[in-house]
C-alpha cells in the first residue's frame, strides 16, 4: 500500500508507473506548446504530482526518492523550462525561479563549506546542526553583510541588493535556510530559533564574526532571535518587513495559507501573496516585471511539508517581551505601504528596543524588489555609521 495514494493520484496501477508515467510526461510537453495551458496545467497537474510525491515520500522515503528520480529523468521539469515563459528563451528573467530540490548528497564525514553539486552546479554547501544549508559568500570587504531570507524566499531574494552591497565595499553572505532552495527540507515544525541557529552555525563554520545582520519578512524574525542569543557576533542588525508577533490580523491570514497550501499547492499559494507584497502603481505600470514575478512564483516548487514547516516560524514567533533586551545598534526598516505586515506592526518593534533606528523605504511588502534603489541606499546608510573605526 506504500504507492497507493501517489498511484491513486496518477490513475494508474504499480506495475503501470514507468510506461504510465512517460506517457504523462510526453503529454505534458506536448500541452505546454500551448501557453494558455500553463496555468492551468501548474496549478493542477504540476501541484497534484508534487503533493502525491510529497505523500508517497512521507509513507516510504525510498519509494519516494526513486519516484522522484523516475520524474526527474523523464523531463517533466525540463520541458516547463525549456519554454522561456516569461518572455521567451533568450530573455533574461529579472525575477529568478526558486527551485527547492535537495543537494547532491555529502558523506556523512562532509566538512563544512564543502563543495556539493545541486542542479548540477558546483555550490558551496555547509553541513550544520545535522543539515546541509546552502549559501554563496562573495566579495573581499573587510566587513560582512548577512542576510536572511523570508517564508519561501531562496538565497536569489537578495538579488537586487548584493551588487550594491559589494560595490560599497562590504562582502555578502546569503543561504537558503531550512526547508527551501538546494538547503535540507527535514521535517518541521522549524521555529524563528531553530533558524538563527542554523545561521549561527553556518557563519561559525565560515570563521565570520563582528558582522552586520538584516532579514526581512521572515528573516527579520530570525534575525531577532540572533540578536537576542549572539549579539556579541554583530555590528548591527536591521529588521525589514516584520514583526515581533504576528496578532490577530496576521495570524487569520498564515492560518488560511495553512488551509490553502495542502489544497491547491504552495505556487498557488504564492502568487496570491505577490497581491499582498506590490503596491497598486507596480501592478498598473510595471506589467512585464509582475509578469516575470508571478512565473517565478508559478514555478515555485517548495514542498507541502517543508511551505508548513517555514510556515509555523511566523506562526508561532513571539520576542514581544524580550525586545527590550536586544542591544545590538538596530534598524527597523518598513516599506511604508506594506499591508501584509502592516506597518504598525513594524514600528512596535522600534518602540521595543531601546535606542533603535526607524526608517521606511518606498514601497510596500516587496520594496526590495519593487523599490532597490531607495531600499538600498537607505540601508547602507545605516550600516555606514556603524563601521569599523
Given at each position: 500500500?506504500?504507492?497507493?495514494?501517489?498511484?491513486?493520484?496518477?490513475?494508474?496501477?504499480?506495475?503501470?508507473?514507468?510506461?504510465?508515467?512517460?506517457?504523462?510526461?510526453?503529454?505534458y510537453?506536448?500541452?505546454?506548446?500551448?501557453?494558455?495551458?500553463?496555468?492551468?496545467?501548474?496549478?493542477?497537474?504540476?501541484?497534484?504530482?508534487?503533493?502525491?510525491?510529497?505523500?508517497?515520500?512521507?509513507?516510504?522515503?525510498?519509494?519516494?526518492?526513486?519516484?522522484?528520480?523516475?520524474?526527474d529523468?523523464?523531463?517533466?521539469?525540463?520541458?516547463?523550462?525549456?519554454?522561456?515563459?516569461?518572455?521567451?528563451?533568450?530573455?533574461?528573467?529579472?525575477?529568478?525561479?526558486?527551485?527547492?530540490?535537495s543537494?547532491?548528497?555529502?558523506?556523512?564525514?562532509?566538512?563544512?563549506?564543502?563543495?556539493?553539486?545541486?542542479?548540477?552546479?558546483?555550490?558551496?554547501?555547509?553541513?550544520?546542526?545535522?543539515?546541509?544549508?546552502?549559501?554563496?559568500?562573495?566579495?573581499?570587504?573587510?566587513?560582512?553583510?548577512?542576510?536572511?531570507?523570508?517564508?519561501?524566499?531562496?538565497?536569489?531574494?537578495?538579488?537586487?541588493?548584493?551588487?550594491?552591497?559589494?560595490?560599497?565595499?562590504?562582502?555578502?553572505?546569503?543561504?537558503?535556510?531550512?526547508?527551501?532552495?538546494?538547503?535540507?527540507?527535514?521535517?518541521?515544525?522549524?521555529?524563528?530559533?531553530?533558524?538563527a541557529?542554523?545561521?549561527?552555525?553556518?557563519?561559525d563554520?565560515?570563521g565570520i564574526?563582528?558582522?552586520?545582520?538584516?532579514?526581512?519578512?521572515?528573516?527579520?524574525?530570525?534575525?531577532?532571535?540572533?540578536?537576542?542569543?549572539?549579539?556579541?557576533?554583530?555590528?548591527?542588525?536591521?529588521?525589514?518587513?516584520?514583526?515581533?508577533?504576528p496578532?490577530?490580523?496576521?495570524?487569520?491570514?498564515?492560518?488560511?495559507?495553512?488551509?490553502?497550501v495542502?489544497?491547491?499547492?504552495?505556487?498557488?499559494v504564492?502568487?496570491?501573496?505577490?497581491?499582498?507584497?506590490?503596491?497598486?502603481?507596480?501592478?498598473?505600470?510595471?506589467?512585464?516585471?509582475?509578469?516575470?514575478?508571478?512565473?517565478?512564483?508559478?514555478?515555485?516548487?517548495?514542498?507541502?511539508?517543508?511551505?508548513?514547516?517555514?510556515?509555523?516560524?511566523?506562526?508561532?514567533?513571539?520576542?514581544t517581551?524580550?525586545?527590550?533586551?536586544?542591544?545590538?545598534?538596530?534598524?527597523?526598516?518598513?516599506?511604508?505601504?506594506?499591508?501584509?505586515?502592516?506597518?504598525?506592526?513594524?514600528?512596535?518593534?522600534?518602540?521595543?528596543?531601546?535606542g533603535?533606528e526607524?526608517?521606511?523605504?518606498?514601497?510596500?511588502?516587496?520594496?526590495?524588489?519593487?523599490?532597490?534603489?531607495?531600499?538600498?541606499?537607505?540601508?547602507?546608510?545605516?550600516v555606514?555609521?556603524?563601521?569599523?573605526?
Amino acid at each position: 500500500m506504500r504507492s497507493g495514494r501517489f498511484l491513486r493520484a496518477l490513475g494508474v496501477t504499480p506495475h503501470q508507473v514507468p510506461a504510465e508515467l512517460a506517457e504523462l510526461a510526453a503529454l505534458y510537453r506536448s500541452l505546454l506548446a500551448d501557453r494558455r495551458m500553463l496555468v492551468v496545467l501548474d496549478d493542477a497537474l504540476t501541484g497534484a504530482l508534487a503533493r502525491a510525491l510529497d505523500e508517497a515520500s512521507a509513507e516510504d522515503p525510498e519509494f519516494g526518492t526513486q519516484l522522484r528520480e523516475l520524474w526527474d529523468r523523464v523531463g517533466l521539469r525540463a520541458a516547463a523550462g525549456d519554454q522561456g515563459i516569461a518572455g521567451g528563451p533568450d530573455r533574461a528573467a529579472r525575477w529568478p525561479i526558486a527551485t527547492s530540490r535537495s543537494p547532491t548528497p555529502c558523506s556523512p564525514s562532509c566538512t563544512p563549506a564543502c563543495t556539493c553539486i545541486p542542479e548540477g552546479k558546483t555550490m558551496p554547501v555547509a553541513r550544520v546542526n545535522d543539515i546541509e544549508l546552502n549559501y554563496k559568500l562573495e566579495g573581499e570587504g573587510e566587513e560582512t553583510i548577512v542576510l536572511v531570507n523570508g517564508l519561501a524566499d531562496d538565497l536569489e531574494t537578495w538579488v537586487l541588493q548584493v551588487d550594491e552591497f559589494l560595490a560599497a565595499g562590504y562582502r555578502v553572505l546569503r543561504f537558503d535556510n531550512r526547508g527551501i532552495g538546494a538547503s535540507a527540507k527535514p521535517a518541521g515544525p522549524y521555529s524563528s530559533r531553530m533558524l538563527a541557529d542554523d545561521a549561527k552555525a553556518l557563519v561559525d563554520s565560515l570563521g565570520i564574526a563582528d558582522f552586520h545582520l538584516m532579514g526581512v519578512s521572515m528573516g527579520g524574525m530570525i534575525a531577532q532571535e540572533y540578536a537576542h542569543a549572539y549579539p556579541a557576533d554583530l555590528r548591527s542588525v536591521t529588521f525589514a518587513c516584520t514583526y515581533a508577533a504576528p496578532g490577530p490580523f496576521c495570524s487569520r491570514m498564515f492560518a488560511m495559507w495553512a488551509d490553502m497550501v495542502p489544497v491547491l499547492g504552495v505556487p498557488f499559494v504564492m502568487r496570491d501573496v505577490t497581491l499582498w507584497a506590490f503596491t497598486l502603481p507596480f501592478f498598473e505600470q510595471r506589467t512585464a516585471e509582475l509578469e516575470e514575478f508571478e512565473t517565478a512564483m508559478r514555478y515555485l516548487d517548495q514542498p507541502v511539508h517543508a511551505f508548513l514547516a517555514q510556515l509555523a516560524v511566523i506562526q508561532e514567533h513571539d520576542t514581544t517581551s524580550r525586545l527590550g533586551e536586544i542591544t545590538v545598534p538596530s534598524l527597523v526598516l518598513a516599506g511604508e505601504e506594506d499591508i501584509l505586515i502592516p506597518v504598525a506592526l513594524s514600528h512596535r518593534i522600534h518602540e521595543g528596543i531601546p535606542g533603535s533606528e526607524w526608517a521606511t523605504t518606498k514601497g510596500g511588502h516587496g520594496c526590495v524588489w519593487e523599490h532597490p534603489a531607495d531600499f538600498n541606499r537607505t540601508y547602507l546608510d545605516f550600516v555606514a555609521r556603524h563601521r569599523k573605526g
